[in-house]
C-alpha cells in the first residue's frame, strides 16, 4: 500500500446550496459537515465526537478509513477509530448530496425519536466517497428555548456568517445518532454505465464482440465465481461494470435450476422491491412475492441480458492451490467431463450461507419401512405420494411450515409438526410493512439499498425489536400468535428479521400455515428439548419417551456448516485461515462477507439479494485495490 502522505483538507466550507431560500434541515445538516469536517482536517476529532455526536451515537464505515467494514459505538469507540485512521486519509470537497430522494428531511429515527436525514458526498485521494448522517436534536442547557420565532432572519444570519451555530437559532444541539461514509468507487475506475451499441462504427456485429469477449475472460478470468445462483450472478454483473474479467461456475445443466429443484409452491416470502436484481428491476406487471420458478426463469435472463460469462454442468476439483509468489490460484475444473486449469487471482465463493441437507444421525433410519426425506428434497404434495399419510415434520422453522401447509392443503391424512425450541413467528404483512418502508415500490434499489446501508444492524434491528413490540400491541398478529400458543407452540416473542442476520433459522414467516394448524389440519408436538430418539418399522420414537406412528418422515432440520462443505475442496487448512461465514462479529458487521476472508484471494459472497447487490460493490472495489496497489493481498 502507498505510503500514507500529509492531509489536505479542503478549507472551504460543506457545499450550500446556491438558494435564497435553504430550508432548515439542509441549514442544520450544512453546519454539522462543515463541523465534522473541519475537525478532521485539524485533528481534532477526537476531542470534537462529544460535540458532533450523540451519546449513544454510531459510526459505520465502509473502505474510507480502513479496507474492512467497521460500525463503532459511542463516543470512545468512534473518537478512536477516527484519531487513528485520519493520518492516512484526506477529506475533501464534502458537500450535500442533491440526488432526489435524499436531500436533507425530517424523517423518523427510531420507534420513538424523529430527526434529520441526508446524504452527502466527498472526495479523496484515491477514491469517490459518499455518505449519509442522520441528526438528533439535543436541548440545550444554555437557554432552554424550543422556540423557533424568527428562524427565517436567522436562517438569513447563518448563511451571512453573523451566527456561529444552528442550535443557538433554534434552542437544539444536532448530533449524530448514525454517520455512515463509503468508498463509492476508485478514481478512474467507476463504473462503465451502457454502452452504446454501435460496434467499430457499424462495421462489428454484436454477437461476434461478445464471442470475442467471452473468449479471452475464458481464457484469463481475474476472477472465478463458484456458483450461480443470485449472489454469484450480481457479483459477476457488478465485476462486468468494474472491468474485471470474471467467469461463473455453475455446477447444475441450466442458471436457476438451484430453484427448480425445490418444492413447487415454494415463494419467496420478501417483496419484489427487496429481491430485485442488480441493475435489473423486475416489470411493474410482476407479483408481489416471486414463485420459484419465476425467480428461476428471471435468473436465465438476468445471465444473458447482463452478458455474464458462465460455464454450466462445470464444479471446482480438490485441491485448489494459491501460490504466495504469483498471488494466483491454480485450480481444475470439470466442464461437463472436461478437465480445465486456470490460474485466476481472486476466487469468490457465491455457493450460499449453507452447506448440505443435514439429517441427526438416528439409530434405525434404515429399519423404518416408509419414506424419509430432508425438507430440500420435499417434492411437494399435489401429486399422490403423500395421499393418505401419516406425516411426521421435524422442525418448526420456514420450510417445516411451508411444507405443512402444502401438505395440509393437499389433504394429506395426518400431519404433525414436532418443535424442540421456540420459534419466531410473523405474518407476511408485518414482515411487509419493514420491507415495503425500506424498499417501497417506485423508488430506485441503489437509493434504498445506500439508506438501508447508512444504519448499523444493531440500531436496525432494535429498531425492528420495538417496532414489532409496538405493533403487537396494536394487534398485529395478535390472533395468529394466541392460535399458536393455544395450540401448545412455543413462540418466541421477538422480530424476525434479525434472526435470519444473526442465526439463518428459528423463525418461519407465515402465510398460512398458522391457519393449518387453528383448524386442526395440522397438529403440533412441542417438547423443550425433544429430540428423534430412534426410527422403528412404521414409528418415530422421541428422547421424552412418547411415539408417533408414521409413513413419511420429513427432516426440516437445516443444513451442515458451509464451511465443513467447502473443506472437502479447499482443505481444512485453507478454510480454517479463512474463518467462519455469516453471523454478526462484535460490532455487528456481517463476518467475513463480502470483506477480508482471512485468506488471500478468497472471498465469500453469501446472502440473500440485497446483501449481494451491496456487497458486490465493496468486494469489487477491494479487488480493484489489489489489483492497483492501494492493497497488499496477502494481507487481506
Known amino acids: 500500500m502507498p505510503a500514507p502522505t500529509k492531509p489536505?483538507?479542503?478549507?472551504?466550507?460543506?457545499?450550500?446550496?446556491?438558494?435564497?431560500?435553504?430550508?432548515?434541515?439542509?441549514?442544520i445538516v450544512t453546519k454539522w459537515l462543515t463541523a465534522f469536517r473541519d475537525s478532521l482536517s485539524?485533528?481534532?476529532?477526537?476531542?470534537?465526537?462529544?460535540?458532533?455526536?450523540?451519546?449513544?451515537?454510531?459510526?459505520?464505515?465502509?473502505?474510507?478509513?480502513?479496507?474492512?467494514?467497521?460500525?463503532?459505538?459511542?463516543?470512545?469507540?468512534i473518537s478512536s477509530y477516527l484519531s487513528d485512521c485520519w493520518k492516512c486519509k484526506e477529506i475533501s470537497n464534502v458537500r450535500l448530496d442533491e440526488q432526489a430522494g435524499l436531500e436533507p428531511a425530517y424523517v423518523p429515527v427510531t420507534a420513538s425519536e424523529s430527526g434529520i436525514q441526508a446524504a452527502f458526498k466527498f472526495d479523496t485521494p484515491i477514491g469517490n466517497g459518499r455518505g449519509l448522517v442522520t441528526l438528533l436534536p439535543v436541548p440545550t442547557t444554555e437557554n432552554g428555548t424550543n422556540g423557533h420565532a424568527g428562524h427565517e432572519a436567522d436562517n438569513a444570519m447563518a448563511?451571512?456568517?453573523?451566527?456561529?451555530?444552528?442550535?443557538?437559532?433554534?434552542?437544539?444541539?444536532?448530533?449524530?445518532?448514525?454517520?455512515?461514509?463509503?468508498?463509492d468507487s476508485l478514481k478512474g475506475h467507476e463504473e462503465s454505465g451502457p454502452e452504446t451499441g454501435v460496434y467499430g462504427g457499424h462495421t462489428l456485429a454484436w454477437k461476434d464482440v461478445r464471442q470475442d469477449r467471452r473468449k479471452m475472460v475464458e481464457e484469463n478470468p481475474?476472477?472465478?465465481?463458484?456458483?450461480?445462483?443470485?449472489?454469484?450472478?450480481?457479483?459477476?454483473?457488478?465485476?462486468?461494470?468494474?472491468?474485471?474479467?470474471?467467469?461463473?461456475?455453475?455446477?447444475?445443466?441450466?442458471?436457476?435450476?438451484?430453484w427448480r429443484s425445490r418444492y413447487p409452491t415454494l415463494t419467496l416470502h420478501t417483496t419484489r422491491s427487496q429481491h430485485a436484481m442488480l441493475y435489473q428491476p423486475y416489470p411493474s406487471t410482476w407479483p408481489i412475492y416471486t414463485p420459484r420458478d419465476k425467480v428461476a426463469e428471471w435468473l436465465e435472463i438476468y445471465s444473458v441480458a447482463q452478458d455474464l460469462v458462465i460455464w454450466t454442468r462445470s464444479q471446482l476439483l480438490p485441491t485448489p492451490k494459491y501460490d504466495p509468489l504469483t498471488k494466483r490460484w491454480e485450480v481444475t475444473i470439470n466442464r461437463a467431463g472436461t478437465f480445465v486449469n486456470l490460474r485466476p487471482v481472486?476466487?469468490?465463493?457465491?455457493?450460499?450461507?449453507?452447506?448440505?441437507?443435514?439429517?441427526?444421525p438416528t439409530p434405525g433410519l434404515d429399519l423404518f419401512t416408509g419414506t424419509i426425506l430432508h425438507s430440500s428434497a420435499f417434492p411437494g404434495a399435489s401429486?399422490?405420494?403423500?395421499?393418505?399419510?401419516?406425516?411426521?415434520?421435524?422442525?418448526?422453522?420456514?420450510?417445516?411450515?411451508?411444507?405443512?401447509?402444502?401438505?395440509?392443503?393437499?389433504?394429506?391424512r395426518e400431519i404433525t409438526m414436532v418443535q424442540r425450541s421456540p420459534t419466531v413467528v410473523a405474518s407476511a404483512e408485518m414482515v411487509a410493512r419493514f420491507l415495503n418502508h425500506v424498499w417501497p415500490d417506485g423508488v430506485p434499489t441503489e437509493l434504498c439499498d445506500f439508506k438501508a446501508e447508512g444504519c448499523p444492524l444493531k440500531v436496525?434491528?432494535?429498531?425492528?425489536?420495538?417496532?414489532?413490540?409496538?405493533?403487537?400491541?396494536?394487534?398485529?398478529?395478535?390472533?395468529?400468535?394466541?392460535?399458536?400458543?393455544?395450540?401448545?407452540?412455543?413462540?418466541?416473542?421477538?422480530?424476525?428479521?434479525?434472526?435470519?442476520?444473526?442465526?439463518?433459522?428459528?423463525?418461519?414467516?407465515?402465510?398460512?400455515?398458522?391457519?393449518?394448524?387453528?383448524?386442526?389440519?395440522?397438529?403440533?408436538?412441542?417438547?423443550?428439548?425433544?429430540?428423534?430418539?430412534?426410527?422403528?418399522?412404521?414409528?418415530?420414537?422421541?428422547?421424552?419417551?412418547?411415539?408417533?406412528?408414521?409413513?413419511?418422515?420429513?427432516?426440516?432440520?437445516?443444513?451442515?456448516?458451509?464451511?465443513?462443505?467447502?473443506?472437502?475442496?479447499?482443505?481444512?487448512?485453507?478454510?480454517?485461515?479463512?474463518?467462519?461465514?455469516?453471523?454478526?462479529?462484535?460490532?455487528?458487521?456481517?463476518r467475513n462477507c463480502y470483506r477480508p476472508s482471512g485468506h488471500p484471494g478468497l472471498w465469500y459472497a453469501p446472502g440473500d439479494f440485497s446483501t449481494a447487490?451491496?456487497?458486490?460493490?465493496?468486494?469489487?472495489?477491494?479487488?480493484?485495490?489489489?489489483?492497483?496497489?492501494?492493497?497488499?493481498?496477502?494481507?487481506v
Open 42 to 77: 485539524t485533528a481534532s476529532i477526537s476531542n470534537d465526537v462529544e460535540s458532533l455526536f450523540h451519546s449513544n451515537g454510531w459510526f459505520r464505515d465502509s473502505l474510507i478509513f480502513t479496507w474492512d467494514s467497521r460500525s463503532l459505538h459511542g463516543h470512545a469507540a
Open 222 to 258: 481475474h476472477v472465478l465465481v463458484v456458483g450461480g445462483g443470485q449472489c454469484g450472478l450480481m457479483v459477476a454483473a457488478r465485476f462486468k461494470q468494474m472491468g474485471i474479467p470474471t467467469l461463473v461456475l455453475e455446477k447444475n445443466d441450466r442458471i436457476g435450476d438451484q
Open 460 to 590: 436496525t434491528h432494535q429498531m425492528l425489536e420495538d417496532l414489532t413490540h409496538m405493533w403487537w400491541a396494536e394487534g398485529l398478529d395478535r390472533e395468529l400468535l394466541e392460535t399458536l400458543r393455544d395450540k401448545g407452540f412455543m413462540v418466541n416473542m421477538r422480530a424476525l428479521i434479525p434472526m435470519v442476520t444473526q442465526r439463518l433459522g428459528g423463525y418461519w414467516l407465515d402465510v398460512g400455515c398458522a391457519a393449518m394448524v387453528a383448524c386442526g389440519k395440522v397438529k403440533v408436538k412441542a417438547v423443550p428439548g425433544i429430540e428423534v430418539a430412534k426410527l422403528s418399522e412404521n414409528t418415530v420414537h422421541f428422547t421424552d419417551g412418547s411415539s408417533l406412528e408414521a409413513d413419511v418422515v420429513v427432516f426440516a432440520t437445516g443444513y451442515e456448516n458451509m464451511r465443513d462443505v467447502l473443506k472437502k475442496t479447499f482443505g481444512e487448512e485453507t478454510i480454517e485461515k479463512a474463518g467462519p461465514v455469516w453471523g454478526l462479529d462484535e460490532e455487528g458487521e456481517v
Open 346 to 360: 481472486h476466487v469468490v465463493l457465491a455457493t450460499g450461507t449453507l452447506g448440505g441437507p443435514y439429517i441427526p
Open 159 to 183: 448563511l451571512s456568517g453573523q451566527t456561529d451555530s444552528v442550535s443557538e437559532l433554534y434552542g437544539k444541539e444536532w448530533k449524530a445518532f448514525t454517520v455512515y461514509t463509503m468508498l
Open 613 to 635: 447487490r451491496v456487497g458486490s460493490k465493496q468486494l469489487g472495489i477491494l479487488i480493484q485495490a489489489i489489483q492497483l496497489g492501494y492493497l497488499d493481498q496477502i494481507s
Open 383 to 412: 401429486g399422490k405420494a403423500f395421499d393418505n399419510k401419516r406425516v411426521v415434520v421435524i422442525g418448526s422453522g420456514n420450510s417445516a411450515a411451508d411444507i405443512c401447509q402444502d401438505l395440509a392443503m393437499h389433504g394429506t
Open 8 to 27: 489536505r483538507v479542503s478549507s472551504k466550507p460543506a457545499h450550500i446550496p446556491k438558494s435564497s431560500s435553504l430550508s432548515q434541515p439542509a441549514l
